[in-house]
């Protein structure tokens, strides 16, 4: 084999690795608070020691069958938004990862709701604890193929299709309602939650033709609700 051939076999081969390295599903971990060090590098895997801090950074590197684990601590409030994973590999936010939740309920923007996924898909936000909100733990916002579960105190949708909502523990008071499905969405499952203390209904799911959208004028299809 010729030096020129080498160099191409070596060059070929680096460019395979890379985007092996691409392809594959990472796991990053997020501090209850601002750790020494920080994985900047785009080349570096962020480990559990090496915690990477739950930033637009970090937000936009996320692809297809990432997960975001947080450690036990108190988080401020955060938006998931343009994050988009497929139907094989979600992207998953996991909250109870270490030995108890983690609990989102710092506020210094004042913003209306906790976490909120906007204009996302096949996301997954489990294991959290919210308090004190001003309005809804969870708003899932023109997003679609969803899943929340494990403990949050309020949940809100809009205009969003394939939705998982199951084992959640939704606890008032509140004015309004616990889960509040709104503005239409089909292929929605809503189980296994409990509901407690809301002035509004536990569970209120509306097609609102009124909110303009083509194709939105109509009835849900194919909603399951069971919860306790």
Same mark, same amino acid.
């Given at each position: 084999m010729s030096l020129v051939e080498l160099m191409k076999t070596?060059?070929?081969?680096?460019?395979?690795?890379?985007?092996?390295? =691409?392809?594959?599903? =990472?796991e990053y971990w997020v501090p209850s608070s601002q750790p020494t060090e920080v994985c900047t590098n785009i080349s570096w895997l962020c480990i559990k020691n090496n915690a990477y801090p739950l930033s637009n950074t970090l937000l936009k590197r996320l692809k297809a069958g990432d997960s975001?684990?947080?450690?036990?601590?108190?988080?401020?409030?955060?938006? $998931? @938004?343009?994050?988009?994973?497929?139907?094989? =590999?979600?992207?998953?936010? @996991?909250?109870?990862?270490?030995?108890?939740?983690a609990e989102v309920s710092v506020n210094p923007t004042k913003k209306k709701?906790? $976490?909120e996924i906007k204009q996302s898909s096949h996301i997954i936000v489990t294991g959290f604890n919210m308090n004190s909100t001003p309005r809804v733990g969870i708003r899932?916002?023109?997003?679609?193929?969803? =899943?929340?579960?494990?403990?949050?105190w309020g949940i809100f949708t809009n205009h969003s299709n394939n939705f998982i909502e199951t084992s959640n523990t939704i606890i008032g008071p509140a004015e309004q309602y616990g889960i509040y499905h709104s503005n239409c969405g089909d292929?929605?499952?809503?189980?296994?939650?409990? $509901?407690?203390?809301?002035?509004?209904?536990?569970?209120?799911? @509306?097609?609102?033709?009124?909110?303009?959208g083509k194709g939105r004028e109509r009835r849900w299809h194919n909603i399951e609700c069971r919860n306790i």
């Open positions: 070596i060059f070929f081969i680096f460019l395979f690795i890379s985007y092996t390295e =691409q392809l594959s599903a =990472q975001v684990y947080f450690n036990k601590g108190v988080y401020p409030a955060f938006s $998931i @938004n343009n994050i988009h994973g497929t139907v094989d =590999q979600p992207i998953t936010f @996991n909250g109870s990862f270490s030995i108890g939740k709701d906790i $976490i899932v916002n023109n997003s679609h193929h969803t =899943q929340i579960d494990n403990g949050v292929h929605v499952k809503i189980t296994s939650n409990y $509901i407690q203390n809301f002035d509004g209904s536990g569970i209120h799911i @509306n097609g609102d033709k009124s909110m303009g």
